[in-house]
């Protein structure tokens, strides 16, 4: 059960950790293109339309996948006994997300890019 439990907080935690950032970058965008802080692509940073709506955007997935996250990896715990194979199976996930989001807002921006 101890192990089951690792496994649904990592979940929690890396869903979490999502959901924050999405939030911030929500009600928080930044105001300027920079190089440090909001959804930070060659593309992006091309203009400022490009910048706001690639951080938007990108704070919305993140939020969504942050809570796809939390569920599909309590689901895996419960699922898979196994802690390690759990564990590796909820880290691709978050992985899984991120490559999502990235190629999801990209594909948007050039979406908009186009229409420029």
Known sequence: MDTILINVGMSILIGMIFIICGLILLYKP???INGLY???TKRSMKNMTLW???NKYSAK???KYGISIMFLGIIIS???TKVEYA???IICLMI???IILILTVEKRLKQ???IS
Do not use: H, T, V
């Open 30 to 32: 930044p105001k300027d």
């Open 38 to 40: 909001g959804y930070r």
């Open 52 to 54: 706001q709506e690639g």
């Open 61 to 63: 997935l993140l939020i």
């Open 78 to 80: 419960f699922i898979i």
């Open 87 to 89: 564990l590796l199976i």
């Open 96 to 98: 899984l997300a991120s």
């Open 112 to 114: 908009l890019e186009n």
